[in-house]
């Protein structure tokens, strides 16, 4: 129970810490833009509001997910993370067409950037706040295993990239190239299409079900086929939703026993599972099967 309180208190403070931040950098880059008229600063700034939306959508959808069982959602509801991750992608990929659009028109009209410095600076400051966002996050991550803050931190860790660039789109633009600026905006944005891309994909397989890496299916496999009375095994079925991982899979046992060993031997196999794995909701079937020798 405590692990799981401090999951959840982890889980709340990683999502808060985003909100805040996203509404921090949102103020100084609306500044930075306006003073300097780059369509690069614009593109952080657009980028920001996108993350400042996804970060609200995910404080919401991980309070949702951390709701108990109930009589109608008797699996928990772990899996608003992967709706908020599905959201969050459709909000980035709109941004960075937007985004790919302005700069085009940029590139075609050209303008000069004023006061580079105010730029400059206000972009060191993002990269240091993102920075400490992100050392946030992954110490979050590793442990939860948030898929929500997982895709949370991708923006962030795409803003990170982000800022470099529109230093060097501004530095370089100050040396009498603007046209940097806007070849940097359309690189951020196919970037952040590529983000989008594989937030998306990855809340769609989990969405659906997908199995958990084989690494771990083989790890299972071999805990349960450790035992001495077990014989076999087949039907392992995985799948995850929010912290939760759901294990199923059929024991292989002498058909001779007796229900009551067959069923010791069986918790025996789910301890030890559970003990790799401790947040895992585990289902174990016996089956009986008939032969001189454990194969």
Do not use: C
Not at 158 to 187: C, E, H, K, R, Y
């Amino acid at each position: 129970m405590n692990r799981e309180h401090d999951s959840a208190s982890l889980l709340r403070l990683a999502t808060r810490a985003s909100v805040i931040t996203a509404a921090i950098l949102i103020a100084v880059k609306l500044g930075a833009w306006l003073v300097t008229d780059s369509v690069s600063m614009l593109a952080s700034l657009v980028d920001s509001l996108v993350d400042a939306a996804a970060s609200v959508i995910t404080l919401f959808a991980v309070s949702y997910s951390l709701e108990p069982a109930d009589e109608e959602h008797r699996f928990g509801h772990g899996k608003a993370e992967y709706l908020a991750g599905l959201a969050q992608s459709t909000f980035i990929g709109g941004s960075a067409i937007l985004l790919l659009l302005m700069s085009i028109d940029r590139l075609l009209h050209p303008q000069p950037i004023e006061r580079v410095g105010v730029g400059v600076g206000v972009m060191v400051f993002s990269i240091v706040a993102t920075l400490v966002l992100l050392m946030m996050q992954r110490y979050v991550i590793r442990r939860t295993g948030s898929v929500a803050i997982r895709g949370d931190l991708m923006h962030y860790l795409t803003d990170l990239f982000t800022n470099l660039g529109i230093i060097a789109a501004l530095v370089l633009s100050a040396f009498g190239w603007p046209g940097f600026d806007p070849l940097f905006a359309m690189g951020i944005a196919f970037y952040i299409l590529y983000s989008a891309w594989h937030i998306g994909y990855d809340s769609v397989q989990l969405l659906l079900d997908r199995e958990l890496p084989v690494e771990v299916q083989e790890n299972i496999r071999g805990i349960a086929s450790g035992h001495d009375s077990v014989w076999g095994i087949h039907e392992l079925r995985t799948r995850q939703s929010g912290r939760t991982w759901f294990i199923q899979l059929h024991l292989e046992m002498d058909g001779a026993l007796e229900l009551r060993k067959a069923h010791r031997i069986a918790d025996e196999v789910e301890a030890r599972i559970q003990e790799a794995y401790p947040e895992a909701d585990i289902i174990i079937h016996e089956d009986p099967f008939v032969a001189e020798t454990k194969v």
